[in-house]
């Protein structure tokens, strides 16, 4: 045998600190053109609510400018954002959703 220690003293793993994904806001635009009956519909479709819940959040906007629709992460929010929009254009409605980071 040799003279050389060897350390057999198992190595404390470390684990990577994961930080979460930054959120962000999509938010729907009051606008005095679309009717409120296309924007419940692409609430429903885009966004997967229920009739109620659409007409709420649709409301909100009505009343006070803008309302957020939905909090998640950055690529979803961009996604859906721009699926509601394209509805709007493709009917020839202003309807606008936008995205920002959440606080």
């Known amino acids: 045998m040799s003279d050389n220690a060897v350390d057999l003293k198992p190595k404390p793993k470390t684990k990577p600190k994961l930080k979460r994904p930054k959120l962000y806001k999509v938010i ?14 692409v609430l429903k479709a885009v966004f997967r ?3 109620e819940t659409g007409h709420r959040v649709m409301m909100t906007a009505h009343r006070f400018g803008s309302s957020v629709v939905v909090v998640c992460e950055r690529d979803i929010a961009e ?5 509601a929009n394209d509805l709007g254009k493709q009917a020839g409605f202003p309807l606008m959703f936008t995205t920002e980071p959440e606080e």
Not at 28 to 41: A, E, G, H, Q, S
Not at 79 to 83: F, G, P, S
């Open 28 to 41: 729907l635009l009051n606008d005095d053109y679309t009717p409120r009956d296309f924007v419940t519909i």
């Open 49 to 51: 609510m229920s009739e």
């Open 79 to 83: 996604t859906k954002a721009k699926e």
